[in-house]
């Protein structure tokens, strides 16, 4: 990871991964993949991604632009 000063603030550079809500879409990318040739895996998938949430989604996330822009996000 890298922080980068920026006027008026800062930046992390993170790997994807790092937070839990880039490791949960990415379980369900790979359990929709699964999903046609492996559905017992692809269930699976699906299991561990959502073993990484405790309590209401972005409760943690200050209101703001961010917190609007994953909320708005499609859910499927």
């Known amino acids: 990871m ?6 008026p603030g800062y930046r992390l550079d993170a790997p994807i991964d790092c937070a839990d809500v880039d490791r949960f879409r990415l379980g369900c990318t790979e ?4 999903r046609e040739r492996a559905p ?3 269930a699976h998938r699906y299991r561990e991604a959502l073993g990484l949430w405790r309590g209401p989604a972005l409760q943690d996330v200050p209101a703001g ?3 609007d822009r ?4 499609p859910r499927r």
């Open 2 to 7: 890298r922080l980068h000063a920026h006027a």
């Open 31 to 34: 359990a929709e993949e699964l």
């Open 40 to 42: 017992a895996r692809a």
């Open 65 to 67: 632009p961010i917190r």
């Open 70 to 73: 994953e909320a708005a996000r």
